[in-house]
């Protein structure tokens, strides 16, 4: 693959560095022209901003204050201080070559009238697809008849029929996605009810409909590719936006996708399926037409249990599935909220995406600190055992910025945060709808939560009401959910240690016990000369095929803030090859 030449210098940018210092992969640490210069006289001259003189980008470290970043092929990428620069393709509208034109009409069977509305043309051996909006065009895709497919470099990724987006929006319109630009002019032939668009990088678009927050029509229906991958991307573009805003279309047999449809069926058919798609199932809404290829995948292939955690002792009882929640518990500094930041890690690196609150883990980079030990293995700080360096706390950081993003609710106007459940689950929201990978969500703990309630409302009210809330989001937004809860005061007899805390030790404790879907109790022993197990009890699993009761054993690593698995084999299981 050749890349594109920088169309930049680095000192249009402000960007200045000593080359010569950076590492083996070509990183080099400078200090941020865009927020450097706004830090205190102590942190000006940190170095934050991350440049790579071999891939010509760069990214601020900062976040979320700046998070500036870029590169010389393609310009900024935007900050909190600065607005998106792209190239300007130039597109020279031409006729169809008669080649082109045979393929577009006579074997994909698209109307003549949308290839001229659309404004396709002819570019040596490729169609041109130009993306529009307004009278601009931001991009184009180039494809040949042989499927080879590339975009302008340094262009603006947007949807394609971006404009057909807006008229729906202002005319109170669903409107229909699809996975590649001959299925939105297969959907346009057909003459649908309404308008179309389909995602620029076909499978792997889920992250445009970030740019489009405030931007999308009250409903929209998923018509995209019946295989794996396109199942994926459905799921996401329903996580995203809401599944409770979406409909999807499925092909009939023998069919991948609208053009498809088109080519063997016929106008009629693929209109009628456009025009008459079904609810995307909601937690709380069923009927059997929206759960029946869940009913055929289970028939043939059987039940599915919950994602591991890459702890065999564990596994074996406790696997994490989405549409769920987990009540964490034990007796203070046995190591609560350290398990599950590891559980996040471990998950995290499986895809899994997590939005967290955590009050008692003040201030923020203090937390991620503590993520990044537990990604390394390695202590951050300077001490008796050797630290993490710089290119791997840099590239933890890359990691820790794909996959945790932290919530902290706007304080109110007397300067205290509002962290009522009811702010975090609004913060949470936005996160799944920016970040398509989001899969987790973390409360930590439960009591450092504002409780305040109507007058007349008992605690044990509130408690349900509020473990109610908690369930109704996992469910319909298809996320899992851990909440950390201390118990209430506990008494140790003297050279003892405290009990296993149970779910009946936390405040309005039958609430805990019967709404909780799944419950670990952590404990471990706090005399001074105990050893380093921790056990982690399963007091509850629901549903039942995703684990079961029982005990597992870990070791804690003090020095990597690290949960060991004696049955893993190896102590470091991230000291394996990464294949980032």
């Not at 031409?94 to 509305?117: I, M, P, T």
């Not at 931001?138 to 949807?159: C, D, F, H, L």
């Not at 929209?220 to 936006?241: C, P, R, T, Y």
Request: charged share 30%; hydrophobic share 35%; proline share 5%.
């Amino acid at each position: 693959m050749i890349e594109a030449k920088p169309q930049y210098k680095w000192s249009e940018f402000g960007i200045s560095f000593n080359a010569s210092k950076a590492n083996d992969q070509g990183e080099v640490l400078t200090t941020c022209p865009k927020c450097s210069s706004k830090r205190s006289e102590k942190n000006k001259k940190q170095r934050c901003l991350a440049v790579n003189i071999f891939k010509l980008t760069w990214h601020c470290n900062h976040e979320p204050d700046c998070g500036w970043s870029g590169g010389l092929r393609g310009g900024e990428r935007g900050n909190k201080y600065s607005t998106n620069i792209y190239t300007k393709p130039e597109y020279k509208h031409s006729k169809l070559s008669q080649a082109h034109w045979d393929y577009l009409v006579g074997e994909r069977c698209l109307s003549a009238e949308v290839l001229e509305k659309n404004k396709l043309s002819t570019a040596g051996g490729a169609i041109q697809f130009p993306f529009m909006r307004g009278e601009e065009v931001v991009n184009v895709k180039y494809r040949t008849p042989s499927k080879k497919m590339w975009m302008e470099t340094g262009a603006e990724r947007i949807v394609y029929g971006y404009n057909d987006l807006v008229f729906a929006k202002d005319e109170g319109l669903s409107v229909i996605v699809v996975e590649g630009e001959i299925d939105k002019l297969s959907i346009e032939t057909a003459g649908a009810e309404n308008p179309c668009i389909s995602v620029p990088n076909g499978a792997n678009s889920a992250n445009v409909f970030r740019k489009l927050e405030g931007q999308l029509p009250k409903h929209m229906i998923l018509a995209v590719d019946n295989d794996e991958q396109g199942k994926k991307l459905e799921d996401e573009l329903a996580h995203s936006i809401g599944r409770k805003f979406c409909s999807r279309v499925s092909w009939p047999d023998g069919c991948k996708d609208a053009n498809d449809v088109l080519v063997k069926r016929g106008r009629d058919t693929l209109r009628f399926l456009v025009d008459n798609p079904k609810p995307y199932p909601i937690a709380g809404i069923y009927d059997v037409e929206s759960v029946e290829d869940d009913i055929i995948e289970m028939y043939n292939n059987g039940i599915v249990g919950g994602e591991k955690i890459g702890w065999p002792s564990l596994d074996e009882l406790y696997t994490v599935k989405t549409g769920y929640w987990t009540l964490v518990t034990g007796v203070p500094s046995s190591g609560k909220s350290g398990l599950v930041d590891h559980i996040a890690i471990n998950l995290a690196k499986n895809g899994w995406g997590f939005a967290v609150c955590s009050p008692e883990n003040q201030p923020v980079y203090l937390h991620y600190i503590g993520l990044l030990e537990k990604y390394t293995g390695k202590p951050f700080f300077k001490g008796k055992h050797e630290r993490m360096s710089m290119e791997e706390a840099m590239r933890g950081m890359e990691f820790l910025h794909e996959h945790f993003h932290m919530i902290l609710p706007e304080p109110k106007g007397d300067g205290e945060q509002s962290l009522t459940l009811d702010s975090i689950l609004e913060d949470v929201k936005t996160c799944i709808f920016r970040y398509p990978n989001l899969k987790g969500v973390i409360i930590d703990p439960y009591n450092e939560l504002d409780h305040s309630r109507k007058t007349g409302v008992s605690d044990s009210e509130f408690i349900s009401s509020w473990i109610s809330k908690v369930r109704r989001f996992a469910r319909q937004y298809n996320v899992h959910i851990w909440v950390v809860a201390h118990p209430r005061k506990m008494e140790a007899e003297i050279g003892k240690d405290y009990p296993v805390v149970r779910p009946y030790d936390i405040e309005a404790s039958r609430h805990w016990w019967s709404k909780g879907d799944c419950i670990l109790s952590v404990w471990r022993s706090l005399k001074p000369d105990a050893d380093t197990s921790v056990a982690v009890l399963v007091l509850k699993v629901k549903p039942r095929y995703i684990g079961r009761q029982g005990k597992a054993m870990l070791d804690y690593d003090k020095v990597s803030s690290r949960y060991i698995d004696p049955l893993n084999g190896e102590s470091n299981w991230l000291d394996k090859k990464d294949d980032r």
